[in-house]
């Protein structure tokens, strides 16, 4: 289920279908980028693709933020660890019973992927925060959210790396965080908030680097990729 290689830039194929994300992935191989479908992607051609990708030797983190009863969300995990992906998510705000409930639907498989919670969306601001009725301050929040999801047996989760080094302190190496809104310093924030630069987020501690819009949007897709796995020295 995870490649032989250790990349820890995770690219997210934000296509609006499979021939379009295959221009970005026929050219770049595992050693270089894991590969993340979300719902875009996963809604327009479904698991079959993911398998497929899965095939071509990548690691797959399957980002569909499962949120539901605890039943639903662990069956709807196990079926995505039935299709071999690295890595699934469920969002934290969902609960203690349920995600305890689909930590125990994986546990009995030969391979199971990755469990990460989500804590708070990084598009997510203190004043979207409030407006849901929840504690303005995202640290405090995903603080709260990420010891929950420890608690409950996931193996990590997604935040912003501005929380990273907060939540290594906290919980240690082997809790792994998954950070999206990385933005070189040189690029637009689009829709994110909490953001930080590929450097910035390796050195507060940050597993794995999520990356769209400055590789996917880049003129060369491929050379953006490079340049920021040489921005994080990774070899
Ligand atoms: O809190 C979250 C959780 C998931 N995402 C996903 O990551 C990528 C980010 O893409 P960019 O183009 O680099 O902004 C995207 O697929 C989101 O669905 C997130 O951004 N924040």
């Known amino acids: 289920m995870t490649s032989q290689y250790d990349p820890k830039i995770i690219v997210p194929l934000d296509y609006a279908n499979a021939a379009t994300a295959m221009q970005f992935v026929g050219r770049v191989d595992p050693s270089l980028c894991r590969l993340k479908v979300g719902k875009e992607l996963f809604t327009a051609e479904g698991p079959r693709f993911v398998e497929q990708l899965i095939k071509t030797g990548f690691d797959v983190f399957l980002d569909l933020k499962f949120h539901d009863i605890p039943n639903t969300v662990a069956q709807a995990c196990k079926a995505a660890a039935n299709l071999g992906v ?120 940050s597993d794995y680097l999520v990356i769209g819009r400055p590789i996917t949007r880049a003129d060369d897709p491929v050379a953006a990729l490079m340049r920021i796995r040489d921005a994080i020295a990774q070899n």
Do not use: Y
């Not at 989760?157 to 907060?166: F, I, L, N, R």
């Not at 290594?168 to 990385?182: N, Y």
């Open 86 to 205: 690295w890595m699934v998510n469920i969002h934290a705000l969902g609960g203690r019973k349920m995600m305890e409930t689909t930590r125990e639907a994986l546990s009995g498989l030969s391979q199971r992927p990755l469990l990460i919670g989500v804590t708070i969306l990084t598009s997510m601001d203190a004043t979207q925060l409030a407006e849901v009725g929840l504690n303005p301050d995202p640290a405090a929040m995903v603080g709260r959210l990420a010891a929950l999801a420890k608690d409950c047996g996931l193996d990590g989760v997604v935040c912003s790396a501005q929380e990273a080094a907060q939540l290594k302190a906290q919980h240690g190496a082997d809790f792994k965080l998954v950070t999206p809104g990385i933005r070189p310093a040189d690029a637009g924030l689009d829709d994110q908030s909490r953001v930080m630069t590929p450097e910035a987020a390796i050195q507060a501690g």
